[in-house]
């Protein structure tokens, strides 16, 4: 019995001893690695992240984010690594020694410009992922299909990243292992512990030089456009200013109206952009009706300088980021010229209600595949002819979403309406004949009756809720119709109360305003049920236009 025991024993000991001696050896020495500093780009508009690197190697680069815009200049997400190569087909672990983060990695970055193997999500998926790392990953070959030692961010590192102050030094010693064995990395497999592969690791000295995030400014201005090109701000632009700068293209390319239209904080020195990385704007000129614009008709200005450069420069010395900016709070300022008015009025093209005609693009060239990133900002500026024109806008611009609790105070929006025309005889003064306003947005019918619907997030709940237009008319009295988001349930608004306000001194034309409501009871009984009729409990939300139109008979607008 006792001999029996003792064998027993002996034999689960040499087991275990066999068993580490084939599992893989801890790297004793760094592969690759290096230095490297970065500039964090926080997009405070879309909530959307870029590290911008001031050298290629160590990788340590990219966006959290597909741009929306420019989508062709995007060929890598965010990620860091060597340029160490894995081998094909191999399960592969990479993770950080002692993170701080709660997901670092998320896979193994590719790239998808060749269509390969990349997937749309710009990385090969890990099949665990923990604070440490990402495990389990499938490689593939090449740096297109993921065959790199590169770690794909995940969401946390872009998070703890930005809470790191600029100046702040940090040592990441990652570590990525392959092998061809199978392991199960949700029960604790991992493949350092498999009998063949490669275990390696690598050092990144990575700085914050700096931080910069772009401010939303909510803001909307009207710009009306002459014939000629001239433009007049309208009352409510005060983020918009006349211009007219000194050198640069023809004469009606250096003066126009300069718009704030993104504002930035930048916390650290201009110094910390390297060469490689310009600010300028793109134009989605089909939105335009496919205008020709030239280099000088619209400008861009950063507040560093006096200079006012070409919009479109993506490589240009003028166009550098740190000849562009200044540290602290500032805006991007875009000088739309009368050339570019012209040519506006030319091709009878709008920016009304159109959000990513006019976006700002960074382009790193020293990361020529993950250096790009594009944002629109929700400055709005609608252009508008001011020889019979039309517009809408919130009375207030930062109640531009409104929230409401069934059975409690109705949600009401506040709008102003501005026709434009130049002085006649008749007894409209210029006036349109007619003007219409109707409530754009999805609807849904309830007995017969026409609702807007405003559904849950995960459209589970689809809710229908009244809406009416009510103004002012000429004798004081308020007049409002029933619309629910029906597109053809039109309100004639042309008894309206309009103030008017001349053009200039001359009185050549007026522009003629009054006030218009779009409210949304939040008592009738309909709303107490969805569309199947079920009560319900929770959050909804609907998005939707006023569209207002102006008729002048008889009139054709000058060319």
Known sequence: MINYRTLFLGALSAFSIHHAAHALNPPTSFTGGGTNSFIFFENNIDQEYLISAEH???????????????????????????????????????????????????GIRCRIRNNGACPATGFLPAEFIDQFGAYKIRSASGDFDGGYARASFGPDAYEYLKELAPGDVHQFIMHYCETTEDYNPSAGGRCKDATTGRWRKTQLNITK????????????????????????????????????????????????????????????????????????????????????????????????????????????????????????????EVLFTKSFFKKMLAAEASTSGRRGVFTFAVNNTATPQSGYYQFATNMDIDIIPREYGISIRHQNQNERVKTGKIGEEDITFNYVVTQSAPKTTGANGGRADVVKARVLGESTTVRGNSYCLFKSKDEVLQVPIPAYLSYTNSAGQKIEQYSGCNASATLDLTDANWNAVPWDQQQSGFFHSTNLDLRFPMNDRVSLFTIDGIDWLGSVRAEGDVEVEATWIGVTRPK
């Open 56 to 106: 290629l190697n160590p990788r340590f680069t990219g966006a959290n984010v597909w741009t929306r815009y420019g989508r062709d200049q995007q060929d890598s997400l965010g990620y860091m690594g060597t340029d160490t190569t894995l081998r094909n087909r191999n399960n592969v672990d990479m993770w950080l020694e002692n993170s701080s983060m709660l997901t670092p990695f998320q």
């Open 209 to 332: 030089d700096a931080h910069i995030k772009f401010i939303d400014t909510r803001a909307f201005s009207e710009i009306w456009v002459a014939t000629d090109g001239t433009p007049s701000i309208a009352q409510n632009s005060e983020l918009c200013r006349d211009l007219v700068v000194p050198r640069g293209g023809t004469a009606d390319q250096r003066e126009g109206i300069a718009c704030k239209m993104v504002q930035y904080d930048l916390n650290g020195p201009t110094s910390a952009f390297n060469n490689s990385t310009h600010l300028y704007m793109a134009v989605d000129q089909a939105a335009l009706n496919n205008m020709a614009i030239a280099a000088y008709d619209l400008r861009i200005n950063a507040g560093g300088n006096d200079d006012w450069v070409r919009y479109d420069a993506d490589t240009r010395v003028e166009n550098l980021m740190n000849r562009m900016l200044q540290s602290g709070r500032h805006y991007i």
